[in-house]
C-alpha cells in the first residue's frame, strides 16, 4: 500500500504530480481523486483514471476559453498534460503500447495549446540531430520575454518527458529571470516513443548540439548558458558539460557517477557469491526479474526500450559505458551537486564531487525537510530555492 496508491508501483509514478503542485501541475486532491478511480485496479485502471482526468481538465479548458478566460484555460490545458504524461508509464515498453501514444499525443496537444495562450505565445521547436529531431521548447523569463537574460538548459532522465520538467524546473527558474530551454534527446519522449531512437552514453554530442542550436535563439547571454540535469539527466548533463567548453554553469541532481553501477549491484544481489556471469546466469536472473512487478518495470519495461535492447545480456553491455570515469575531471564549469539522503543515485555524489577540478558545490536534502527522496520529488521549490540562489551567484544574476 502506498501513499495515495494501493499498488506500490502505481504510487511511485503516480504521485510525481505532488512535487508539481507549487507550479500549476497539479493539485493534492486531484491526484487523490485518481488514485480513488484507480482502487485496487490494474495498469489499465492507472491509464484510464489519469486520462479521464485530463480529458475532464481539456473539456473545461475549451469550455473557459470559450468564455474568454485565457488565463484558466491555459492553466487546465498545461495541467491536463501533466496528467496524461502519468497514465501511461506502467505501460512501457516494446512493442509500444498504441495506448501510450494516443496518452502521449494528447499530452502534447494540451501543453501545447496551454503554452500557446501565454503572453508572448510559445511555440514548440525541433533540433535537428543526426537525421531525426529534439522536441524542444523556448520558455521566456517571466517579465523579461525579449531582454537579453541568462539560459537555462533542462536535461531530462530516463522515463520523464518534456512536460515534466517544465512543471519540475522551468516554471521556477523562469520566474527567477532565467530564460529556459527544455529538450527531450535520445532515449526520452518523442524520440524514443515516436522517433524510436534510443538512449546514447556519449551525451556530449547532445549537449553540443543543443547548445549550438541556443546560441541562434534571440535574447539569449552567450556567455551565461548553464546546463541542469535531473534523475538519470544527475548524470547526463555531467557526461554533456564533460565535452562542451561553452557552458557557465553545471547543475546535477542527482550527481550521479555511473548508472551502470545500479546495474551491476542489482546483478550481484540476485546471485550472490557468483564469480563469473555467464549468459546462461543471466537468462536465469531475467526470468527472475520478470516475476517481480517493480523490478521488471524498471529493467524490462524501461530499461530495454529505452537502451534498444531485448535481453538482460544486451542491457548490462549497453549501460557499461554509462559513466564519468574519465570525463570528471574535464568540467570546467562551476559546478552544483545535489545529494538528497535517501535517494539511491546520489550514493556516489560525495566521491563524484572529491573528482571534480572546477568550481563545485555539494547541496544536501534530508528527510527532515521532506526532501530525502528521488530528485527531492515532494519538495521541488526547496530544491528550486536553494539551486537557483547557487545560480544567482554563480552567474551574478542577482
Not at 113 to 137: K, N, V
Not at 146 to 174: E, Q, W
Not at 287 to 316: C, M, T
Request: charged letters at 20%; aromatic letters at 10%; one cysteine or more.
Amino acid at each position: 500500500m502506498g501513499f495515495l496508491f494501493q499498488d506500490d508501483l502505481h504510487d511511485g509514478l503516480g504521485t510525481w504530480l505532488l512535487g508539481y503542485i507549487p507550479y500549476g501541475g497539479a493539485d493534492f486532491g486531484e491526484v487523490a481523486a485518481v488514485a480513488q478511480a484507480v482502487g485496487n485496479g490494474d495498469d489499465s485502471a492507472f491509464y484510464e483514471a489519469f486520462v479521464a482526468a485530463g480529458d475532464g481538465m481539456v473539456r473545461e479548458a475549451e469550455d473557459t476559453l470559450a468564455r474568454g478566460h485565457r488565463s484558466s484555460a491555459r492553466e487546465l490545458f498545461l495541467r491536463a498534460s501533466a496528467f496524461y504524461g502519468k497514465s501511461y508509464h506502467p505501460i512501457f515498453g516494446k512493442p509500444v503500447d498504441p495506448r501510450l501514444l494516443a496518452a502521449f499525443a494528447k499530452q502534447i496537444a494540451a501543453f501545447d495549446q496551454g503554452l500557446g495562450l501565454s503572453d508572448p505565445p510559445i511555440r514548440p521547436l525541433r533540433i535537428p540531430f543526426e537525421g531525426a529531431s529534439m522536441a524542444a521548447y523556448l520558455i521566456p523569463a517571466v517579465g523579461h520575454a525579449h531582454d537579453v537574460r541568462p539560459l537555462l538548459i533542462l536535461n531530462n532522465g530516463y522515463d520523464a518527458t518534456i512536460t515534466d520538467m517544465y512543471f519540475a524546473s522551468a516554471v521556477a527558474a523562469s520566474r527567477r529571470g532565467y530564460h529556459v530551454l527544455m529538450f527531450d534527446g535520445p532515449g526520452q519522449g518523442d524520440m524514443l516513443f515516436v522517433q524510436g531512437v534510443p538512449i546514447r552514453h556519449d551525451w556530449e554530442t547532445v549537449i553540443s548540439t543543443v547548445v549550438d542550436f541556443a546560441l541562434t535563439l534571440p535574447f539569449v547571454a552567450p556567455d551565461k548558458i548553464a546546463l541542469s540535469g535531473w534523475s538519470l539527466g544527475g548524470f547526463l548533463a555531467p557526461r554533456g558539460a564533460s565535452g562542451e567548453p561553452r557552458l557557465a554553469a553545471l547543475i546535477a541532481d542527482p550527481g550521479t557517477w555511473s548508472p551502470a553501477e545500479g546495474a551491476r549491484l542489482l546483478l550481484a544481489k540476485m546471485a550472490p557469491g557468483v564469480d563469473k556471469v555467464t549468459p546462461a546466469l543471466l537468462q536465469h536472473i531475467q526470468e527472475l526479474i520478470e516475476q517481480n512487478r517493480p523490478l521488471r518495470w524498471r529493467v524490462i519495461q524501461r530499461g530495454f526500450w529505452v537502451h534498444g535492447v531485448d535481453s538482460l545480456e544486451a542491457y548490462a553491455r549497453a549501460i557499461e559505458p554509462f559513466t564519468m570515469e574519465g570525463r570528471a575531471e574535464r568540467i570546467r564549469c562551476p559546478t552544483l551537486l545535489t545529494c538528497a539522503e535517501d535517494d539511491v543515485l546520489a550514493a556516489r555524489a560525495p566521491e563524484f564531487f572529491a573528482r571534480l577540478q572546477c568550481p563545485k558545490k555539494l547541496l544536501r536534502f534530508t528527510a527532515r525537510e521532506g526532501a530525502s527522496n528521488h530528485t527531492e520529488a515532494y519538495n521541488r521549490s526547496l530544491i528550486n530555492r536553494r539551486v537557483f540562489d547557487w545560480l544567482d551567484d554563480t552567474l551574478g544574476t542577482r
